[in-house]
């Protein structure tokens, strides 16, 4: 039998063209590395109206006249930082909301110290997030407010809304985990088996660090290998490098989780599921999603290997709202707040569908 | 003839009463080496000082000399002999544990190296060993632990005991990171084989890519794969939660013993800062409750 040829001399001509224009890239890269880069994240003019705390509220300027009554509250997770909104000025969902006319404010969570520590998920959605949607009601001089979550923020959104229905005018969800008994998600599978109580313990507050640790091993060869392949491969172009590390900063920028509310999020809703079930309790009080009467809009992405759709598409027929609506994006669970096609399906959906329910409820 | 020793103990017992000899002379010269021993003196600081000197050597002396006297007595040698052969007894057993650890890490080690070469199915992680670092673990809990499990005595075997348990947990956290090591570095492993197999295969077929690039693809793809079936087995979600749980326990150890460390500053260890955290956070949780009126129905 015939021993099979490999093409070496054809294999070696590719190697050294591709050394060539490796050569070239590196002696243009170093030129845009060594050059100004525009890095910057976050860069939508804002004001801080309300603190409390480690916790803010930012209130976005305008960029148009508005065109909804109802302002909206965005309250992004604890882990990472609402910054993921406002990545650059083609990539931000904050800008996006402001062209559509939304009367615009964000929650930032801050970092919290070994001092927060005991802070429970009560403390956060009956506590910080209640004043600052009273806050907000009595500025606008408003019975209610439009409410929008972000993956854990959205979990926090869905429970405020059950607690506090008569606040809330519209709930939107996005990627927002609600029911936590799935096996689509390699993350509900490590959870359910961690030592929760052990780790709190030992550290206080839940090291961002060490959970982005975890997120990394989600996919090592793509997170770890393959991204800096890519970012080698395109290393001469400037606008790529500026893009790939406003991505990091805000990958790598993570708070440490509040041990306590670490502690009931994973036994309660990763480990017992019982937010679905309406079994949970919030200080004190049973969190009935039956409660949640206002109309709901509940976004999730198909290819989310954080949160999968299992996790998020049952909400809509676990609430009391008869006007409840899930939308399903061909997207990941970051894409839908930065791939260019979900930029022009995302804000501009949720400002037509808030516009459709802005009938004024003034005081 | 009956009423002969035999020669090594003979010796042995020799030796112990020349010593004896000796060390007695010593504290006696030492006694009187005292000058306050010699001369009396005005009732001062100092004589009396020197007179509680004389009195600790003279109690030191008599001390020394009943147990001069005690092992005078038959049988006290040969007591003496076999409690200072069990210090190399310790020392053979603990050299005698390291060699077997050592020659079945050896044995467990070649038998391991053996498989790299084996032919690999594509996206499985079965032919991980996971008796591999099992049994190093072991081997550490069974033959070595035990050392670091001695109970402490004395004023300071708290201390001593939270230091031997920092040491204990590190090198159980140790062993736990080995094992998650290997296994999170098994699919890379299997992805070169994987791909050599290909690479063999596309070969045959005539059918190989001249693009380099077209092998980094090809690699990715494969590596994830492998990542992704791991990541999916029971093996791997409890080889993680075990490698945390051990760091975890390393951590709260190693906090303790800075804990008794730092407590000979004047600085604050976290237990109390803990401490008065949770107090300042019960009492604003009061304040807030009576300020807000939570449940005011106004404010709904």
Redesign the interface.
Known sequence: MDQ????VD??LA??AK?SEKAQARFRKAADVLLGPLDTAIATTPCEVVYEEDRVKLKRYVPVRERELNTPLLVVYALINRETMLDLQPGRSIVRSLLENGIDLYMVDWGYPT??D???TID?HV??YM??VV?FIRRRHKLRKINLMGICMGGTFSVIYAAL?P??IKNLITTVTPTHFNTNQG?LH??MR???VD??V????NMPGDLLNFLFL??????LM??KY?GLLEQIDNKEFVENFIRMEKWIFDSPDVPGETFRQFITDCYQKNLLIQNRMEV?GRRVDLGQITMPVLNFFGKFDHLVPPEACNRLTRAVGSTDAEDICLDTGHIGIYVSSKCQREFAPKIAAWLKQRDQPETT | MTDRKPPKAESLEDFVASWMKAAAEFWGMMGKADPASKTPSPDTAFTRTAGRMEEFWASSRKLWEASVKAMGEPGSAERLQRGLQTVPDISMRLAQKSLEGFFEFQKRWADHMQKLGAPSEPYRSSDFDPDFLKRLTDIYKKEFQKFLEIPQVGLTRFYQERFNQALKKWNQYQAALTEFLQLICLPIEKSYRLMLDKLAELTQGGRFPDEPKHYYQLWIKTLEGHYMTLFQSQQYTETLVRTIDALNQFLAARSSVLEDALRLLPVCTHRDLDDVSGEIYQLKRRIRALEKGRHDPAEE
């Open positions: 099979p040829k490999i093409p054809i294999l590719h190697l591709d070994r001092k520590r005991f802070l403390d009956n506590g209640d004043n009273d506090h008569k606040k390699l599978t490590w088996a961690m030592g052990r780790l313990e030992t550290f206080g091993l989600l996919n090592p060869a793509r290998i393959d392949i200080g």
